[in-house]
């Protein structure tokens, strides 16, 4: 199912992805903070429709983790070169019904944002202020979906 998962998202196939949830799926990372439901499949869906140039390498995986590499030109037109490790849990039916992944927000941030904004690492503020934004955005894609 890992395996199945990174080629949908390195195919930049949405639904693929979404097929590999449960859909009472639990999802968090440092951008997004806690998914729950339908909102994890639809994540997937948003990014996946919006990648341009994204890929992804799967570097080694085992039943329960997974480490990954993303590559994409963020919508500053910055370059993101993301390190991602991930955890999972599975259900009976063999998909995912928990998903963590975990990544340097700060090191993302000086990617994606630039040095400016990337200042609101070395702050509390900016956790909060990326998932206010990728809330946002979720919900209006969700909306126009």
């Known amino acids: 199912m890992i395996e199945r998962l990174y080629a949908a998202m390195n195919a930049h196939d949405g639904e693929g992805m979404a097929a590999c949830y449960t859909d009472d799926a639990v999802f968090e990372d440092p951008a997004f903070g806690e998914l729950r439901d339908g909102r994890v499949k639809d ?3 948003m990014l996946c429709a919006r ?3 994204l890929t992804v390498e799967l570097r080694e995986h085992d039943d329960e983790s997974a480490h990954w590499i993303a590559r994409y030109t963020f919508r500053t ?7 991602v ?21 700060r090191r993302w941030a000086a990617q994606a944002l630039g ?5 609101l690492g070395y ?3 900016l956790a909060p202020v990326i998932r206010r934004t990728t809330a946002k955005q979720l919900d209006a894609w969700t909306a126009h979906a």
């Open 123 to 125: 702050t509390p503020l």
């Open 115 to 119: 040095p400016p904004l990337a200042v």
């Open 85 to 105: 490790r991930a955890h999972f849990i599975f259900g009976r039916s063999g998909l995912i019904v928990d998903h963590r992944d975990d990544f340097d927000l």
């Open 51 to 53: 990648a341009e140039d």
């Open 77 to 83: 037109g910055r370059r993101v070169v993301n390190d």
């Open 43 to 45: 994540m997937w869906r």
